[in-house]
């Protein structure tokens, strides 16, 4: 699998471009996104939402309008496509599939695991493609999302950790904003933020 990564708009949002047995996967087009994506890809399969905020969905639709290719979301955060929770003025989309809880896919021949770790928002997934996870703003490196959003949830927040820290085996991870970590490495910081978390609770 080749993964094409670009850091999008102010909040530096990574737009990712997950290419495996020649076709290409758009995960969290942020604001800005859609020149990028349209110069890196050649055979698009679909846009990939990690969660609904709008510096992860903003291109979602310019995307579609481009490549008309389907748009997949938690359906815990399809609302936020239409209403930004943060009062940002994000253009409008639609998801044409919506994943709830965990769940897989199978598109073109090429399995999508999305696994669900609510808290940062009631929908935020992982999407997990052979060994590496897209994580959005569940998990990032040495850190996690934050919990005090509308329509977040600190007891959700613990409960995923508590399950993140279950997994086994070990997965690269390639968060929302920032640099690349390890599930392994991250689970060794997940009792401190479980902690920090229950504190505001």
């Given at each position: 699998m080749q993964i094409k990564i670009q850091p999008?708009?102010?909040t530096q949002t990574n737009c990712y471009?997950?290419?495996i047995e020649g076709k290409d996967f758009i995960i969290d087009p942020g604001m800005g996104a859609t020149k990028w994506v349209l110069d890196n890809v050649?055979?698009?399969?679909?846009?990939l939402n990690t969660h609904g905020h709008f510096d992860h969905v903003w291109s979602n639709q310019a995307v579609q309008d481009a490549l008309h290719i389907p748009i997949y979301c938690p359906k815990g955060d399809t609302f936020m496509l239409q209403d930004c929770p943060l009062g940002q003025p994000v253009?409008?989309?639609e998801?044409?599939?919506e994943i709830v809880g965990d769940q897989t896919l199978t598109l073109e021949g090429v399995e999508i695991k999305f696994l669900h770790f609510p808290g940062h928002t009631p929908g935020?997934?992982?999407i997990q493609i052979e060994d590496v996870w897209f994580s959005g703003d569940f998990l990032f490196q040495q850190s996690i999302g934050r919990w005090d959003f509308p329509f977040s949830s600190g007891e959700a927040m613990?409960?995923?950790?508590?399950?993140?820290?279950t997994l086994e085996g070990?997965?690269?991870v390639y968060p929302g904003h920032g640099m690349t970590t390890t599930l392994k490495a991250e689970q060794k910081v997940m009792p401190y933020w479980i902690d920090q978390v229950k504190r505001t609770i």
């Amino acid at each position: 699998m080749q993964i094409k990564i670009q850091p999008m708009g102010a909040t530096q949002t990574n737009c990712y471009i997950a290419t495996i047995e020649g076709k290409d996967f758009i995960i969290d087009p942020g604001m800005g996104a859609t020149k990028w994506v349209l110069d890196n890809v050649s055979n698009p399969v679909a846009i990939l939402n990690t969660h609904g905020h709008f510096d992860h969905v903003w291109s979602n639709q310019a995307v579609q309008d481009a490549l008309h290719i389907p748009i997949y979301c938690p359906k815990g955060d399809t609302f936020m496509l239409q209403d930004c929770p943060l009062g940002q003025p994000v253009p409008p989309s639609e998801a044409d599939f919506e994943i709830v809880g965990d769940q897989t896919l199978t598109l073109e021949g090429v399995e999508i695991k999305f696994l669900h770790f609510p808290g940062h928002t009631p929908g935020c997934s992982i999407i997990q493609i052979e060994d590496v996870w897209f994580s959005g703003d569940f998990l990032f490196q040495q850190s996690i999302g934050r919990w005090d959003f509308p329509f977040s949830s600190g007891e959700a927040m613990v409960k995923s950790l508590e399950k993140a820290m279950t997994l086994e085996g070990d997965y690269t991870v390639y968060p929302g904003h920032g640099m690349t970590t390890t599930l392994k490495a991250e689970q060794k910081v997940m009792p401190y933020w479980i902690d920090q978390v229950k504190r505001t609770i």
